[in-house]
């Protein structure tokens, strides 16, 4: 069995955000990028089950500009097999439901049996593409997984999800989508040796004319601005006189 699983080129989690002079999106210039820390949970359970037996190959897709492909590199140094990457060329950030299409388009081509992502990306916190690739394809999904069993005689999936209420455990038919949370497992760090040989792999590129897919958007973003700056926060020496500022300043007494 083959597994896709789709990784976002981001902003890293530790730089902090600043937003464009013109309000148009977030700066991208000169500022660390890295793999989704969500899609990095996706690449290490499709490298578990591989390794488990229950698959055969782990091919990495990302969708964008000619700088994925260092993140399909570091999908490439953890040990996935093969990468492909779709160029968007000079189009804008895609918005779920163009990525939804594209990978649609891949797997039908690639005919995997299985498709995982991280639940959302950092950037945009959308949540939506793994939802939206599932209902174009037609098969069934497991979102926010937290544990995931695979029966390859069966050829089904036990996914295990945190809701509010507790766990909830689906049976997926295969081929089926699953997004991973952040609980589902501790991503393996890539060791320099994998590192070099990932630098010489050969990464598929696939332009949006090869996948037949129109890609248009029915959104536009007007403006990206910071939220409203708080005041510091203060010490108080003693119970009474936060009882004093909540009753006469905040007036929440």
Known sequence: MKIMVAVKRVVDYAVKIRVKADKSGVETSNVKMSMNPFCEIAVEEALRIRESGAASEVV???????????????????????????DSGALAPLLPLSVAKILKALAETERPGLMILGKQAIDDDCNQTGQMVAGLLKWPQGTFASKVLLDKEKQVATVEREVDGGLETLSLDLPAVITTDLRLNQPRYATLPNIMKAKSKVIKKVSLEELNVEIKSDLEVVQVTEPPKRKAGVILSSVDELIDKLKNEARVL
């Open 60 to 86: 990495a897709v990302s969708v964008g500009p000619a700088q994925c492909a260092d993140t399909l590199r570091t999908a490439l140094a953890m040990g996935a097999d093969r990468a492909i990457h779709v």
